[in-house]
């Protein structure tokens, strides 16, 4: 390790990448030892495992880590399967593709704030733009209390998160759809397959590596899901959609509890170390 | 037929797509009197532009206009600085063993770290440091964040370009950095150009590092100005679209500007759409 080390002072190239790795060291390695200290430290300023063995009977904490799952695997899920099906829709329309694409891609580059923002706005029971258009159209909307209803609440918010972020599912499927070559299509279709065949036997495998990519990247923004929580319902009504990062949050900024939150944070880094694992070989043979 | 349907398909998630946004807009056009009116007036109402004047000429929202805009240049300006020289290196030069794929990895898998994990530690530190509320905490912050995005995107856009022509340029009597600055980077500008959108915009729309290491109103950055609005007791409904709209109309011009690399700077340069 040492010698290795010492084998690359030598590299020329060195002297180029030693700025920007001495940034990332400074504002990225360290904080993260930082926090291992801080997550053992108590507030008097001793030794402490208690921030760890909090961890394992804090009901919130569960509480928080399954809406978290929940939220991510739902939302992903829609949201493979509506940017697939609107990537194979949009491809197939010839000239206005480029229109229709650039129109569909706006809600994700907005702000995440902002974007949030607008849906307050939609979501409001009394004077939103949902409730009264539905109202308009006839419907009894009294119960229908969006964000701030107990049960309807993290439902609301995971509608927002798939408005926002299907794009970025259509987009890179897109992409995918558009590389793949046309000569293996072509000849399944002579052989007389059907469409649906061709789509199961022979689009699916080629994406395949698309779709993993794509699944990865977002899956790893949903586990630490935080701007759209915030402005929407700030984790509430009571804890109904508070997600990891919003309780570590909470833990840090308003109790100013920096050892707990630290604490765990590991836990949140543990699981999205898993997937960016996985994203880095899946990555990894693309470059070569 | 067929096609009609589709085309059907497709304008309706385009509607879907665009009308929160163009809700949003028409808020911040609307007199109070129009905002809530039932039923919603998605059309028919008279303009004004009260809510931008009260936002952007009396309001803070001029403030953290400016912030956010310094914040972007400066961290987008050191990101490139710091990461184009690294991204050179980890495409031209001899590496022993696999030193430039760990490296680059490495490089990578900080990107990768879930802010909310360092945010804690880097709040503490920039406490000690005395750098809370202050732009250039921020700004040291973004740059780290948007550093490993610039060393991928451009070691890709380097590697496309062949050896030789530096190579020639090199027998010329240029040095390496001479060839890099004269004879490279004019070759890739358009990916230097996306690679520098990508960056601002991931700047200009960031919030959580904001929200905590900026509270006070003279450091503030537009996301975390308008957040600060909607969790107060009454809301400027009006005021606070205004600024939203001001918000998104950059990140819109800068996306539109660079579609063509969309893909690969959304996928951290993995997908070479």
């Known amino acids: 390790m040492i010698r290795r080390l010492a084998n690359l002072f030598r590299v020329e190239g060195f002297k180029w990448i030693a700025p920007a790795m001495i940034v990332l060291v400074a504002l990225s390695v360290y904080p993260l ?12 300023g001793a030794f402490t495992l208690a921030h760890f063995r909090r961890l394992l009977d804090d009901r919130i904490l569960f ?15 829609i949201e493979f399967a509506l940017g697939l099906g609107l990537a194979l829709l949009v491809d197939s329309l010839g000239k206005a593709r480029g229109f229709f694409r650039a129109g569909l891609l706006a809600p994700m580059l907005l702000p995440p704030v902002v974007a949030a923002v607008a849906w307050r706005l939609i979501y409001n029971p009394q004077f939103g733009a949902l409730n009264g258009t539905l109202r308009l159209l006839g419907f009894d909307t009294t119960r229908l209390t969006w964000t701030s209803g107990q049960s309807s609440a993290l439902f609301s918010v995971i509608l927002v998160d798939i408005w926002e972020w299907t794009p970025f599912l259509f987009l890179l499927l897109s992409a995918g759809l558009q590389a793949i070559p046309v000569e293996p299509v072509e000849a399944a279709r002579i052989d007389g397959a059907g469409a649906w065949r061709i789509f199961c036997d022979v689009t699916l495998p080629l994406l395949k590596p698309t779709i993993l990519l794509a699944l990865l990247l977002r899956g790893m923004d949903l586990v630490r899901i935080f701007d759209q929580i915030f402005i929407l319902t700030q ?17 840090a900024f308003r109790f100013s509890n920096f050892g707990y939150a630290a604490a765990m944070s590991f836990v949140l880094l543990a699981v999205a170390t898993f997937a960016s694992r996985r994203l880095i070989r899946a990555m990894g043979p693309r470059r070569a | 037929m067929k096609t009609v349907l589709k085309y059907i398909g497709a304008v309706i998630a385009l509607i879907v797509a665009l009308a929160p946004i163009y809700w949003l807009v028409t808020i911040s056009l609307k007199r109070e009197i129009d905002q809530f009116a039932f039923p919603p007036r998605w059309i028919a ?29 400066v961290s987008t300006f050191a990101a490139l600085t710091l990461g184009v020289p690294a991204a050179y290196a980890l495409s031209r030069f001899t590496w022993p063993g696999d030193a430039r794929e760990e490296i680059a990895y490495w ?35 973004y740059t780290a964040f948007n550093l490993p995005f610039v060393v991928w995107m451009m070691r890709g856009f380097f590697d496309e370009v062949p050896k030789e022509i530096e190579e020639a340029a090199m027998l010329d009597g240029e040095s390496r950095g001479g060839a890099l600055l004269r004879v490279v980077l004019p070759l890739v500008k358009p990916g230097l150009a996306a690679t520098a959108v990508f960056c601002l915009i991931v700047a200009w729309n960031e919030f959580l590092f904001a929200l905590i290491l900026t509270q006070t109103e003279a450091a ?40 063509k690399y969309l893909v690969r700077g959304l996928s951290l340069g993995a997908v070479k759409g």
């Open chain 1, 33 to 44: 030892l930082y926090s291992v200290k801080v997550s053992l430290t108590s507030a008097s």
């Open chain 1, 63 to 77: 509480a928080a880590a399954w809406q978290t799952l929940l939220f991510t695997v739902a939302a992903l899920a």
């Open chain 1, 235 to 251: 984790g509430g009504p009571g804890t109904a959609t508070e997600t990891l990062s919003l309780y570590i949050y909470r833990t």
């Open chain 2, 45 to 73: 109402f008279t303009p004004v532009l009260t809510h931008y004047r009260e936002a952007f000429s009396s309001g803070s929202f001029s403030v953290y206009f400016t912030n956010s805009v310094i914040l972007a240049t």
């Open chain 2, 107 to 141: 490089i990578l898998s900080t990107r990768l770290l879930p802010p909310i994990v360092t945010i804690v530690p880097l709040f503490l530190m920039l406490r000690e440091a005395h750098l809370l509320n202050s732009l250039a905490g921020l700004a040291l912050v």
């Open chain 2, 220 to 259: 503030m950055t537009l996301p975390v100005g308008i957040a600060s609005r909607v969790t107060q007791y009454e809301i400027k409904w009006g005021a606070m679209s205004a600024a939203g709209v001001v918000a998104m109309l950059p990140v819109l011009i800068f996306a539109s500007a660079a579609q």
